[in-house]
């Protein structure tokens, strides 16, 4: 008897529905074809040690189950429960009459549990666009699934709960949550706040600007000035997520298993801190199951780079393309797979290997030459693509215990809120652009271009820093989200000269000062 059960498998993004083709003929041997791996494989000694279990056993026959499309790879535990729920429909144990109206995913342990799996919410899309009834997970899963409307979607705690189901014994609800109102509940709940940082306004107002525009900004200074602390604040003055890119951002963590069980669609902007030690394919994704790496983890987000000098050079050129295509294409001999990485990079750095050079309250050990390795850590090209530098150092512990508390991330969040409304209706006839660090250079003169004196100052700082016409290009950008801030239609020199301010670590400026 041939049955036929659904499933999907995701490469990138995108799920592929997956027929399971069970057929049973007088004999003992077992067949699976259709490219398994060996967690596939493995699916049959599970599903032999669960059915037992739960009162079920796997027939005397020839046993043959084909996964198809037979020429796409299948991977992981997933399709363990439609092929156990298909052996039961080949030998008749179970009704089969309702099999092609749901779709079903799940790992079966040997006691007969369904334990969760990853990448629920694409396959969940999938199931609806293919118009399917219905799609059956583990119990653990069920709020992630639940985030796609116009579909019933069944939480399970084992296969006898299936069976039954499908059998029409006892009463199945599909999960109904309100997961947009909870969504929009959890976006301002922030665990830190601006208002805990003292001093460092003018790092303050340069991370204002970056999250105003969008921008990539590097903070350079010594050991405890704060450079941490700053960045893991910034996503609570960043704008709220809208709907369809919380959707965007939950599908990709879905997709790398990085959502908990009781997380329906993410709230708030996401904050990725990988060590110095990451690796290539850990930061960009890849691997033999390509999988999301932490730029795209950080896709409508923050990318923090700590002491960001210590990372391997190779880890730090493959940024190159990333941070201006805002999207990384994974090409193997074997597939080819794009995700989106459209993230804001934050870095920090110490001035020197010692950590104090131009401090005035340390002396720095370190010599003119080893300053200089140690910049050029970081090249050129990477340090063009990120337009707002900025310098700080320790606030005294005398001035520390006697400043007031800083401002909070509210009243900071609505002037980037503001200044993000009037880029969006400037870019409203463009698709795909929403801030101005996205501009392209045809938008620059359009909606940037430098009047006659603010060019004579670009000129001079051109000449003065060495600066590449990419860093022209971004000074143009941050003084349009710095007139955006200011309300002010047109960007002007106070506006630009604020701009060119953020460009003191470029090659020139740190010759000048001996280095």
């Known amino acids: 008897m041939l049955v036929k059960t659904y499933s999907a498998a995701v490469i990138g993004l995108e799920a592929t529905t997956i027929t399971i ?4 003929t007088k004999g003992t041997m077992f067949h699976l074809s259709g490219m398994a791996d060996i967690a596939v ?21 020839n046993l043959t189950i084909n996964l198809s499309p037979a020429d796409l790879k299948k991977e992981g535990s997933s399709f363990d429960l439609p092929m156990a729920i298909g052996i039961l429909g080949a030998n008749g144990s179970i009704d089969s009459s309702r099999l092609h109206d749901y779709m079903m995913i799940g790992e079966l342990g040997l006691d007969g549990s369904l334990k969760p799996v990853r990448a629920v919410l694409p396959i969940a899309i999938r199931a609806r666009k293919e118009k399917y009834r219905g799609l059956i997970v583990p119990r653990d899963n069920i709020k992630e699934a639940a985030i796609v409307n116009n579909l019933d979607v069944y939480g399970m705690s084992n296969i006898s709960e299936v069976i039954d189901f499908l059998n029409g014994n006892g009463s199945y609800e599909p999960m109904v949550a309100d997961t947009r109102k909870e969504f929009y509940e959890k976006q301002y709940t922030y665990d830190l706040d601006f208002t805990d940082v003292r001093g460092q306004e003018s790092v303050k107002r340069a991370l204002e600007v970056a999250a105003a525009g969008g921008h990539n900004l590097i903070m350079i200074g010594p050991p405890g000035s704060g450079k941490s602390m700053l960045a893991k604040r ?40 990988p060590h110095h030690t990451i690796s290539q394919v850990a930061l960009v994704g890849g691997g033999n199951n390509p999988q999301p790496g932490e730029i795209s983890l950080a896709h409508n987000g923050v990318l923090f780079l700590d002491e960001m000098p210590e990372l391997s050079r190779s880890v730090l050129e493959v940024l190159r393309q990333p941070l201006e295509d805002r999207k990384i294409s994974i090409s193997r001999a074997k597939y080819s797979v794009d995700y989106p990485c459209s ?41 063009d693509r990120i337009d707002i530098h900025c310098e700080i150092q320790a606030v005294p512990f005398a001035q520390l215990s006697q400043m007031q508390p800083g401002e909070p991330s509210a009243v900071i969040r609505e002037r980037v809120i503001a200044a993000r ?3 969006e209706e400037r870019f409203k006839p463009y698709k795909g652009i929403h801030c101005n660090a996205m501009m392209t250079e045809r938008m620059l003169h359009e909606f940037a271009e430098p009047d006659a004196a603010s060019l004579d100052m670009l000129r001079m700082a051109m000449e003065r820093l060495k600066l590449s016409a990419r860093a022209y290009s971004r000074i143009l950008k941050v003084a349009r989200t710095i007139a955006d801030l200011a309300g002010s239609e047109k960007v002007e020199a106070m506006h630009i000269a604020e701009a060119i301010g953020y460009r003191n670590l470029d090659r020139g400026d740190w010759a000048e000062r001996g280095v």
């Open 41 to 61: 494989k493995e699916s049959y000694d599970r599903i032999c040690a669960a059915l037992p279990n739960v009162g079920y056993y796997i027939p005397q026959a």
């Open 21 to 24: 083709e069970v057929n049973l």
């Open 234 to 273: 910034l996503p609570s003055i960043l704008p709220p997520l809208s709907l369809a890119e919380s959707l965007e951002t939950t599908q990709i963590h879905s997709i790398a298993g990085k959502l908990s069980h009781d997380t329906s669609l993410i709230a708030q902007r996401p904050f990725r801190a």
């Open 343 to 383: 993230f804001m990079l934050v870095a920090s750095m110490n001035p020197c290997p010692c950590g104090y050079y131009g401090d005035p309250t340390h002396h720095c050990v370190c010599t003119p030459g080893q300053i200089q390795r140690y910049m050029n850590k970081i090249s050129g090209p990477l340090l």
């Open 421 to 423: 409304r009037i880029q």
